[in-house]
Each structure stands twice: as C-alpha cells, then as structure tokens.
C-alpha cells in the first residue's frame, strides 16, 4: 500500500490518499464512494495518530477502490505523472549521486595510493 499526500489538478489543500493502479485517489473519496460513516483518519498525522486502526481502514477503503477504480471519475482520480517513478525521475541538484553512477556499495575503484 503506498500512501501520499497530493494535490488534484484542479488545485486546493492537499489531499491523503493511496495509488490504485496509476491513479492517486483520496481517501476522502473512498470513504464517501464506499459509503463509510465512520472516518479513522483525515489525514497523514491523524493516520499515524490512529494505527493499527487507521491502517485496517485504510487497507479496506484500498480494496475498495481497487474492486471500483474503472466507476470513478477524472474529478475523483489523478492520473499520478510518469516523472513521480524512480526510473523516470529527473535528478535534482541536490541528489547526492549521480543517477548512472552504480551505489557507493558497488564501488569497484582501487583505494590504495598511487
């Protein structure tokens, strides 16, 4: 389950929710979608406030909406951008290592001194 905190296209606060497929949908939406009365949480501090409860809600409201992603609307869903995957995010100047470079646990180099 991978949780996030978002902004819709169309602008305003940002929104708690989770991926479906390549879609970031708010909890909000789910919980109003599945008709839940009762809400564990609203957002990231009062998920964490409220675990494990707040992640079995959540995990349900996931299930949800994984059953119900194709009955949801483009208002309801953000198609999350390519560039938010590791393998197409572009390096910001304060990445550490460069992206093609292998990790520093791979280092191949001689460390013995000339």
Known sequence: ??????????????????VIMDYAVSFETLRQKAEKVRAEFTDVLSYLENLPSSEDAARELLKYGEANISSLDAGEKS???????????????????RPDAPPPWQFSGNFDKA
Do not use: E, I, Y
Request: hydrophobic share 40%.
């Open 79 to 97: 198609l999350r951008k390519s560039a938010d995957t590791p393998s197409n995010r572009q390096p910001a100047s304060t990445d550490r290592f």
């Open 1 to 18: 389950m991978k949780l996030l905190n978002f902004q819709a296209v169309s602008g305003g606060a940002p929104l708690f929710g989770v």
